[in-house]
């Protein structure tokens, strides 16, 4: 069985770090590319950013474009979103997802989703 799960939230100052963490089990997660998104309430589910399986391309969502950074380790089956400079509109549940193909991950339409981790950003 597969699963998700997503850790590391919790409240930040403005301007403030913070690291997510999201590990899977239950597939082989060199295999699938991987993706953060986030969600507040009244808004609509936003992508944030994608890395293949590899590590070697990762997407940025404009509005964290320079801010947030994805990577992977794959001998951990973890991926990590790197938050800095966090601005209260980052204030969101975030979640992982997972899929084979990269494009299902960009387009929300991955096979496999984490439960999400609350980050808030207070000002």
């Known amino acids: 069985q597969v699963q998700v799960v997503e850790s590391g939230g919790g409240l930040v100052q403005a301007g403030g770090s913070l690291r997510l963490s999201c590990t899977a089990s239950?597939?082989?997660?060199?295999?699938?590319?991987m993706g953060w998104f986030r969600q507040s309430p009244g808004k609509e589910r936003e992508g944030i950013g994608y890395i293949t399986w590899s590590g070697d391309t990762t997407y940025y969502a404009d509005s964290v474009k320079g801010r947030f950074t994805i990577s992977r380790d794959n001998a951990e089956n973890t991926l990590y979103l790197q938050m800095n400079s966090l601005k209260p509109e980052d204030t969101a549940i975030y979640y992982c997802?997972?899929?084979?193909?990269?494009?299902?991950?960009?387009?929300?339409?991955?096979?496999?989703w984490g439960q999400g981790t609350q980050v808030t950003v207070s000002s």
């Open positions: 997802a997972a899929d084979r193909t990269k494009w299902k991950v960009w387009l929300g339409d991955a096979d496999y």
């Open positions: 239950g597939l082989t997660f060199d295999d699938y590319a």
